[in-house]
């Protein structure tokens, strides 16, 4: 892994009273220490959550080390893909409509489609990521570039969530951000509004966004590092369920997640990390699940984002599971190296992700631009408790509402508050 820019984060406050000492950046002798002190002054359970499995066997579960071996984790676009891409987006354009009207209809892949349709399927019930390879960027503009990225993500899975919330006009009427760019803004954004690592050059560590599918484009690879790391969370789960049971409980557990602004008094929610769901016998496509779902730095803050003041502090208990899901995770994790043209798409209900830390050059800036996507046609149930937070991606995002920035931003703190630059 790349070593990082120079880069001197900015001080915050530590958060509310009473909490761990854990930070977003994992430390292992800090983790090593909390282990030993629970395991020798605790008397912990030595048992799954009733009806939690042993062990999960899926194409899901796969160790990072041999998946290579077995799996084509990438398919590289052919020069009648491209002949075809190029087509598509010469209709689109020819409507002469925003970009939010792109769907399968508006960017027509006839002899693709079964190709990307294969992608969904992958990713649903396959190895739960796949690298889409040769969009050729270089020779697109900007416009173009957004355009076909999601042209061909609307055919793996045609609904776009929103991840931010924009208000323009005379009646301040809201409109759904629906595309956000990952690049370091460290040199021109204050570090006071700065609340995640996707606007730095630092590592990010394991975790997962919102929604069902993340897609990455790769406008610019990093001149050094910026690796994407991907682990099975069935595999973490074998891992810990084996030897941590505890922890396994403690991450099916509610947790007070920090909602950061996103929400009205008491400004975080109780849930779940860990989410069961046993095999529907009346579904050949509904077999044993397990979903994770959680950010580290809602649980430690991040840079202009402390963990806020007036929430319950984390647990020992629950700091130590953060730390165990990152190092389980990165012990098994497979590196991917973006280049310039990948889409990388990836099921983000079991999938756990992170980066390494990269450095820029003046003629290579690593920028990605990110969709959060949902496949009506081979979605997972969706658990009760995530319900909120899907609605509030996926609900009511119309083609009139979708905004798809061309330049980058930093996402609103505040779901409807104003995004710089945007107004």
Do not use: C
């Not at 009733?50 to 071996?69: C, I, N």
């Not at 590592?203 to 690879?221: C, M, P, R, S, Y």
């Amino acid at each position: 892994m790349a070593a990082a820019a120079t880069l001197t984060p900015p001080v915050f406050s530590a958060g509310p009273a009473g909490q761990p000492d854990i930070a977003y950046a994992p430390n292992w002798d800090t983790y090593q220490a909390r282990t030993k002190r629970r395991v020798e002054g605790e008397a912990l359970p030595a048992t799954l959550p009733e009806g939690f499995p042993t062990q999960l066997r899926s194409e899901l579960v796969w160790d990072g080390a041999t998946v290579s071996d077995t799996y084509q984790w990438w398919y590289k676009l052919t020069e009648e893909d491209i002949a075809e891409i190029d087509s598509a987006l010469q209709h689109f354009t020819s409507l002469g409509k925003p970009l939010g009207y792109i769907s399968q209809e508006t960017f027509p892949l006839p002899k693709l489609h079964a190709t990307l349709r294969d992608v969904s399927r992958e990713l649903h019930r396959g190895h739960g990521f796949k690298v889409v390879r040769g969009v050729p960027v270089a020779r697109y503009t900007r416009e173009e570039s957004v355009a076909v990225y999601a042209g061909l993500a609307a055919h793996v899975a045609p609904s776009r969530g929103r991840q931010d919330t924009r208000r323009r006009g005379p009646d301040d009427s809201a409109e759904d951000v629906v595309l956000a760019h990952i690049k370091d803004l460290t040199a021109t954004v204050d570090p006071h509004k700065i609340g995640a690592p996707a606007y730095t050059t630092e590592k990010q560590v394991f975790h997962t966004d919102a929604g069902d599918v993340i897609a990455l484009l790769a406008l610019e690879a990093a001149a050094e590092g910026g690796e994407s790391y991907l682990a099975s969370s069935g595999h973490v789960y074998n891992q810990l369920a084996a030897t941590r049971p505890d922890l396994i409980r403690t991450l099916a557990e509610p947790w007070n997640n920090d909602e950061f602004g996103k929400s009205g008094p008491p400004g975080y929610t109780a849930r779940p990390l860990l989410y069961h769901q046993p095999a529907r016998p009346d579904a050949d496509d509904a077999p044993e699940r397990l979903i994770i779902q959680y950010a580290r730095r809602s649980f430690t803050g991040y840079w202009g984002l402390p963990r806020s003041a007036d929430i319950p502090p984390i647990t020992e208990a629950q700091a130590e599971a953060l730390d165990a899901l990152h190092f389980t995770a990165e012990r098994s994790a497979v590196a991917l190296e973006f280049q310039a043209g990948d889409i990388q798409f990836v099921n983000n209900l079991s999938i756990f992700h992170a980066r390494g830390s990269f450095k820029d050059s003046p003629e290579k800036q690593r920028h990605l631009v990110r969709l959060w996507l949902r496949d009506e046609e081979l979605a997972w149930d969706t658990p009760e408790q995530l319900r909120p937070l899907w609605d509030r991606i996926y609900a009511g995002v119309t083609p009139e509402s979708q905004v798809l920035p061309l330049e980058p931003f930093v996402r609103a703190p505040a779901s409807g508050e104003k995004v710089p630059g945007l107004q």
